[in-house]
């Protein structure tokens, strides 16, 4: 299946810094979707992107998919503490199958 | 909604004995999905269900890991015998249209000693 790479693994994030994740692949991808993981919690939705280009807010979050659908990436900008944890992408595919990234796991520094 | 519920939440068990992961998922949902986490492989989709038939389960590790969904609203995941590499947590998840997201339970942490 279509894979989706992440980087950076790791972000040590200074509070109130923005910072960037990305999320590539190799070939077209119908949609992104994007996940949190709270240390010792579970994923929890936060955005699905299906056009090209397509630019989405959620407050602090900034999420946006490619031209030619092949990358995503993630803005957050003043990071918070409550900002730790992973935030992972994820490409639905046909048959409703997701698949995750590996996820890059933010830590802040207060 | 009580959300994807999972049980046990942890789960230490000896090499060699059976392991039954449980899953309700939110109701009216029509997928539901077994997903493996660990540090090493990150979130594996085991296998997945639609209207309680299996669909793929093509991420099953190998013939000690089983999976059934008898009705809507029960998930079983069962390793036998377990062995000290099935160590992960385990997450269900449901999800209802093709453009939502999924709901993942709070997991299942196993400890195979």
């Known amino acids: 299946g279509q894979q989706v790479m992440q980087i950076p693994q790791y972000q040590h994030v200074q509070e109130g810094e923005d910072f960037t994740t990305y999320c590539n692949s190799s070939?077209?991808?119908?949609?992104i979707q994007w996940y949190k993981q709270r240390p010792g919690g579970h994923p929890v939705f936060l955005i699905q992107?299906?056009?090209?280009?397509e630019v989405k807010k959620q407050k602090r979050l900034t999420f946006q998919f490619g031209e030619a659908k092949k990358n995503s990436s993630l803005h957050i900008t003043a990071t918070q503490t409550t900002d730790v944890g992973t935030y992972f992408c994820a490409h639905k595919a046909a048959g409703n199958k997701l698949t995750f990234g590996g996820g890059t796991r933010v830590l802040v520094k207060p | 909604d009580a959300g994807v519920i999972q049980s046990p939440r942890h789960e230490v068990t000896e090499m060699g004995q059976e392991v039954t992961l449980r899953c309700k998922p939110i109701?009216?949902?029509?997928?539901l999905f077994w997903y493996r986490q660990t540090m090493m492989r990150g979130l594996e989709l085991l296998i997945y269900f639609n209207n309680n038939v299996p669909i793929d389960d093509s991420g099953m590790p190998e013939d000690r890991f089983s999976a059934k969904m008898p009705n809507a609203s029960f998930s079983t995941l069962k390793i036998q015998p377990s062995e000290p590499r099935d160590s992960a947590v385990y997450f269900c998840?449901?999800?209802?249209?093709?453009?939502?997201?999924?709901?993942f339970g709070s997991g299942t942490r196993l400890t195979v000693v």
């Open positions: 998840a449901s999800s209802f249209l093709p453009n939502y997201g999924y709901t």
């Open positions: 070939t077209t991808l119908s949609n």
């Open positions: 109701s009216g949902h029509d997928y």
């Open positions: 992107l299906v056009k090209s280009g």
